[in-house]
């Protein structure tokens, strides 16, 4: 985006990736139909893919729930300006979560945390007493909260939201609608609902992986992005790449490409507060 002289342009910012130093044992979520991502993702590919892009800032969020990996993805931060903000891991649900928080009271790129709501067998475990004890835990330290689950999660997770109502959340992936399938409901119908709770954002990202891979296109994607429109107003919508995840049904560049095609219609300050300004807002990058 090039500006005229004087002129201010906003910042892109990507408000979801991941980034990782590849394990089998690790990673073991990356199965054999994800064997292209079974390598390291580093800070240096994702400045190319940024660059490539035009972002300028990035959120690196959790792939593993281990504290050891949230000590590293602040340290990755720390060294590149451009990873602005890292959403971690921490055992919310353990009896000494605050005791634990207190270790990264001076990393002032911790901006949230995220557990793997999805990855519980425990459909209700977002409802748990130890988890929403945590959350409360969290109250006044700043931290938002990333909520990561499947679309048959969402009745849990409304119910949940409105314990908290002076929490800040950012639903995940639109909530992984069954995309390949093409069904809209009940997911569309819930996810006005949760929308109607004013403290919950939604990033556009993670859409890609939930469609046919190898046979998506905008107008496949189109009705759930109308409906997260509709669902948050666009100024409650932010843009994110779920890199390198993404690699499996679209390169990083093509995503973003796929979002300003949908969203060009809108007007200048919309697109801005999607694509970047409403992440510097709600993770105070």
Not at 197 to 209: A, F
Not at 235 to 246: I, T, Y
């Amino acid at each position: 985006m090039r500006a005229r002289e004087g002129e201010q342009v906003a910042e892109r910012i990507d408000a979801h990736h991941h980034l990782w130093r590849y394990t089998p044992r690790e990673y073991e979520w990356l199965d054999e139909s994800m064997a292209a991502l079974r390598r390291d993702f580093l800070p240096k590919d994702l400045m190319k893919e940024m660059s490539a892009a035009g972002i300028d800032g990035a959120v690196a969020v959790q792939a593993r729930q281990t504290m050891e990996e949230t000590r590293w993805l602040l340290d990755q931060a720390d060294k590149c300006e451009a990873i602005r903000g890292v959403v971690g891991w921490a055992p919310i649900a353990g009896e000494d979560f605050p005791e634990v928080m207190e270790e990264f009271e001076e990393r002032t790129k911790l901006k949230g945390l995220r557990h793997v709501i999805q990855g519980e067998k425990d459909e209700n475990y977002i409802l748990r007493t130890d988890f929403v004890a945590g959350i409360e835990a969290m109250q006044g330290s700043g931290l938002v909260y990333d909520i990561l689950i499947y679309e048959r999660h969402l009745p849990q997770t409304i119910e949940f939201v409105d314990e908290f109502p002076e929490q800040v959340f950012v639903l995940d992936h639109v909530a992984k609608p069954l995309i390949e399938s093409g069904a809209m409901e009940p997911w569309a119908e819930r996810m006005r609902e949760l929308g109607r709770r004013e403290n919950v954002w939604c990033k556009v990202s993670g859409m890609v992986t939930e469609a046919e891979w190898g046979a998506w296109s905008l107008e496949t994607l189109r009705p759930y992005l109308d409906v997260a429109v509709e669902s948050f107003g666009v100024e409650r919508l932010m843009a994110g790449s779920d890199w390198p995840v993404c690699l499996v049904a679209a390169e990083y560049g093509r995503w973003f490409e796929v979002l300003r095609e949908y969203f060009a219609g809108f007007s200048e300050t919309e697109r801005d507060a999607v694509f970047g300004e409403t992440a510097i807002e709600v993770y105070g990058l």
